[in-house]
């Protein structure tokens, strides 16, 4: 389990130090941090306690990283979004019982229509990590890994402010670390706001 900890933060460390290199002096830009964005709602997973539910109420904060001066440096000029993203997050669980999760993500966004669109749909997806205080059958350890998958978009009412709106899957795994290792599988409803520099 630490090793892999180490791992993901050493490829999420290097990541982040390769999108803060001059690689960005092209446009102009000290840094590839493109915006913030800040994500709620509400996720709900079937448990093998068929009485209960596990319930959840997120509050995603991610750090949106520009990839395409990267990408454009293998001679690919996309239209449209295309963003890493570190999202630490932390979240309410309702159900079964008062409980929290803290962790966070290392997610992938690309864009369906060109960057200048008001309505921007995209497509995300990424893995991350997870401390749950909540004990379930499904789970022999506390610390799991999370993997995403989902569609959403945005919404610009002004300039560099979007409204966000976002479905997502979550898959939470400690990858055969322990047994029992069934998983939970969430369904998530995000809403939120973006904000570019």
Not at 24 to 30: F, H, S, V
Not at 150 to 167: P, Q, V
């Amino acid at each position: 389990m630490k090793r892999r900890l180490k791992i993901l933060l050493f490829v999420s460390v290097g990541f982040l130090f390769l999108l803060n290199t001059p690689i960005y002096a092209d446009e102009g830009k000290k840094s590839a941090l493109k915006g913030i964005e800040v994500l709620t709602g509400f996720g709900k997973a079937n448990l093998q306690d068929k009485e209960h539910h596990y319930q959840v109420y997120p509050l995603f904060v991610g750090f949106n990283f520009n990839l395409k001066p990267l990408v454009k440096k293998t001679g690919v000029n996309y239209p449209g979004l295309m963003e890493f993203i570190l999202e630490p997050f932390v979240s309410y669980v309702a159900e079964p019982n008062s409980n929290a999760e803290l962790g966070t993500n290392l997610l992938f966004k690309i864009g369906i229509l060109p960057e200048t669109s008001k309505f921007q749909p995209y497509l995300k997806g990424g893995i991350g990590v997870v401390y749950m205080t909540q004990h379930t059958r499904e789970q022999g350890t506390q610390f799991n890994f999370n993997e995403y998958a989902g569609a959403g978009a945005h919404y610009f009412f002004k300039k560099n402010i979007a409204l966000t709106a976002e479905y997502r899957y979550r898959h939470i795994s400690n990858a055969d670390i322990d047994k029992p290792n069934s998983g939970i599988d969430t369904h998530m409803g995000l809403i939120g706001l973006s904000y570019l520099f």
